[in-house]
């Protein structure tokens, strides 16, 4: 999704609208698979309303903003800090137990925001997009808690819970675009809106299994695969060094270590 998000950018420019096409397109893809699962209690989810503004509501418009400032590859590695902050409020709010490689992690992690600091950028990469990447680590840790949390007090299904944080988040997107994405920043941004779509549904099926602690840390390694795709199909514009490739591992191995010994 990061990636398509940066390659929609070489045909339409504006991240508001940008914003709004990815999320719309993005809803209309958790509707149908939560269509597609039955019959359900729509209006029992409204709590998952509220998450919706936390993320995709305000998340993503920070996400694709940091995008457009420093990159697919550099905004992947920042987020990938998540865990970090998400296992932190699990700890206090949830109760869930820490241990000393938690915390090892936990440093892995902060060496891998270190090396990503102290790395040289190109000059068209405008340092602002690394803040606006690090709200987006707040508001996701915000996110995976709060789903966490509303997953054991809830018969919603995950497939209707994801529709319902989805819509919030397209309705905020065009709110803030102030007019609904073009038919071509639909096209540009569609591709980024099915894997935005389909890997909320998944997202969601997934904390409503299994702890914050044990799931963020996996979808952490998002990281590498941004870095990843991003050296091979941007490497023009994401030049992608020794540096960011250390910090992307790092924060990899933090985020596997807190879920090996949640």
Not at 130 to 151: E, K, P, Q
Request: hydrophobic fraction near 60%.
């Amino acid at each position: 999704m990061t990636v398509g998000i940066r390659i929609g950018f070489d045909r339409v420019q504006d991240a508001a609208l940008a914003t709004a096409a990815t999320v719309t397109v993005a809803f209309v893809v958790a509707a149908v698979v939560a269509i597609g699962a039955g019959p359900h209690d729509v209006l029992a989810a409204w709590p998952f309303l509220l998450a919706g503004l936390i993320a995709p509501g305000a998340s993503q418009l920070f996400f694709t903003f940091a995008i457009r400032s420093v990159g697919a590859s550099r905004t992947s590695v920042v987020v990938g800090a998540a865990p970090l902050v998400a296992v932190t409020i699990a700890f206090i709010t949830l109760g869930e137990p820490v241990s000393a490689p938690l915390v090892a992690g936990a440093l892995l992690i902060v060496g891998g925001g270190i090396a990503l600091i102290a790395e040289r950028r190109p000059e068209h990469l405008k340092a602002s997009g690394l803040v606006l990447a690090g709200i987006c680590t707040l508001l996701f840790a915000a996110r995976d808690n709060l789903v966490r949390h509303l997953s054991g007090t809830t018969a919603v299904p995950p497939t209707v819970a994801a529709a319902a944080t989805l819509l919030v988040g397209a309705l905020v997107a065009v709110l803030y675009a102030r007019r609904p994405p073009s038919g071509a920043a639909v096209r540009a941004f569609a591709p980024a809106g099915l894997c935005f779509g389909l890997s909320y549904v998944c997202l969601f099926e997934a904390y409503y299994r299994g702890r914050v602690s044990v799931v963020s840390p996996l979808v952490a390694t998002e990281t590498l695969w941004g870095v990843g795709l991003s050296a091979l199909l941007l490497r023009r514009t994401e030049l992608v060094g020794g540096r960011l490739v250390a910090g992307a591992a790092l924060i990899v191995l933090g985020a596997m270590l807190i879920g090996i010994y949640r």
